[in-house]
């Protein structure tokens, strides 16, 4: 069974800082994505990647794919207040199905 | 932007009663989702719909649980006789026609309260 773990689960931070949140993935998946989601809030699409080697840039967050290693990272660049919020990586089940798996989730709290 | 429309945004029911929850996915949309999220935890796949069929289903997705499309424009979660642990928001998703390199689209949820 596909298996999702994301870490740190929580990560609190001052504004300015760097930190990196990382999703692991148990099986062969070429696609992953990051989602954001605010309290109380549906989820926003941050990130599609599709391939190994993928790198995609939005503002202060970085996302890359690594499909031999079986991981995601999501960087963020000196941190402000607005990117407090839960991020979610999710991976489709092997290609053919319709079946996202989303990770545990991390929920970031930047501090001013 | 064309946006998942999720109604209604709350839902307190009884428990053993049952309960709709509608969608209206992005209109040009062919694959269509449920989710859910307990309180304080990840987001949960429960059901795939695309040719009018499901196509994938999770374990929580048991005989209480039915979806149907039941003209062009809805997507509908039934939940015949509500358990406590039911309790959860509710996001329905729709991906377009190459859903294997498409983003899911969320809508804002519907919060169920199972007394």
């Known amino acids: 069974e596909l298996k999702v773990e994301q870490n740190p689960l929580f990560l609190s931070m001052q504004e300015g800082k760097n930190y990196t949140i990382y999703c692991n993935y148990s099986?062969?998946?070429?696609?992953l994505y990051w989602y954001r989601q605010d309290p109380g809030k549906s989820l926003e699409s941050l990130f599609v990647?599709?391939?190994?080697?993928a790198v995609k840039q939005e503002g202060r967050l970085m996302a890359s794919l690594d499909t031999k290693a079986r991981l995601s990272t999501l960087h963020i660049t000196a941190a402000v207040h607005d990117l407090s919020a839960t991020y979610f990586c999710?991976?489709?089940?092997?290609?053919?199905?319709?079946?996202?798996?989303f990770g545990t989730g991390t929920r970031l709290k930047v501090l001013a | 932007e064309p946006e998942v429309t999720q109604t209604p945004s709350h839902q307190v029911t009884q428990m053993g009663q049952e309960v709709i929850l509608r969608c209206v996915p992005i209109?040009?949309?062919?694959?269509f989702y449920w989710y859910r999220q307990i309180l304080g935890q990840k987001v949960e796949f429960l059901v795939s719909?695309?040719?009018?069929?499901?196509?994938?289903k999770s374990e929580i997705f048991d005989d209480q649980f039915s979806v149907e499309r039941p003209d062009g424009s809805n997507f509908t979660l039934k939940i015949r006789s509500t358990k406590l642990e039911d309790s959860a928001m509710y996001f329905c998703?729709?991906?377009?026609?190459?859903?294997?390199?498409?983003?899911?689209?969320f809508g804002s949820g519907t919060q169920l309260s199972v007394l």
């Open positions: 099986t062969t998946s070429d696609r």
């Open positions: 998703a729709s991906s377009a026609v190459e859903a294997t390199n498409e983003k899911l689209f």
């Open positions: 990647l599709l391939s190994n080697g």
């Open positions: 719909f695309y040719n009018n069929e499901i196509s994938e």
């Open positions: 209109s040009n949309h062919l694959y």
């Open positions: 999710a991976v489709q089940k092997p290609a053919g199905t319709y079946k996202y798996i």
